[in-house]
């Protein structure tokens, strides 16, 4: 398993919103000393992917590897809106140049696309009204 601190910190950096070391810290409980230690080192531990992993739903050879499927059941699955790919790849390396470009893109996202702005508020409101009937079985 190749092991470069540097692709494997740019692979997480573009899956998930963690954009410094000390955020990297908080998620795998370790100071940022000891991380930047093992950047000297250019040496990313295993288990810290899993710890990342395990909190954005990555797959921690993904994030060690960069080959194979990103996600649990991503396996065989292919996508067939290549455009899709590229808009998220471009909005990505965006985000990190600006982290605001992230709402001003789901803004014009959902202007330009009304039909999807009534799938996602529905979508929401099915989820609040599944944990609210979920949180009325507790006793």
Not at 8 to 29: F, M, N, P, S, Y
Not at 115 to 125: C, I
Request: proline content about 2%.
């Amino acid at each position: 398993m190749k092991n470069d601190f540097e692709e494997i910190w740019e692979r997480i950096r573009k899956e998930t919103d963690l954009r410094t070391l000390a955020d990297l810290g908080q998620v795998i409980e370790k100071k940022q000393q000891t991380i930047s230690y093992s950047k000297t080192k250019n040496e990313f531990s295993p288990a810290w992917a899993y710890l990342v992993g395990k909190k954005y739903g990555i797959l921690t050879e993904w994030i060690m590897t960069g080959e194979g499927p990103k996600r649990l059941g991503e396996e065989g699955k292919v996508r067939k809106f290549d455009i899709l790919n590229q808009a998220e790849e471009w909005l990505t390396d965006e985000v990190i140049k600006n982290p605001k470009r992230e709402f001003w893109f789901e803004v014009e996202f959902e202007k330009a696309f009304e039909e999807f702005k009534k799938w996602k508020e529905e979508k929401e409101e099915s989820a609040a009204e599944e944990a609210y009937s979920s949180s009325r079985k507790v006793a």
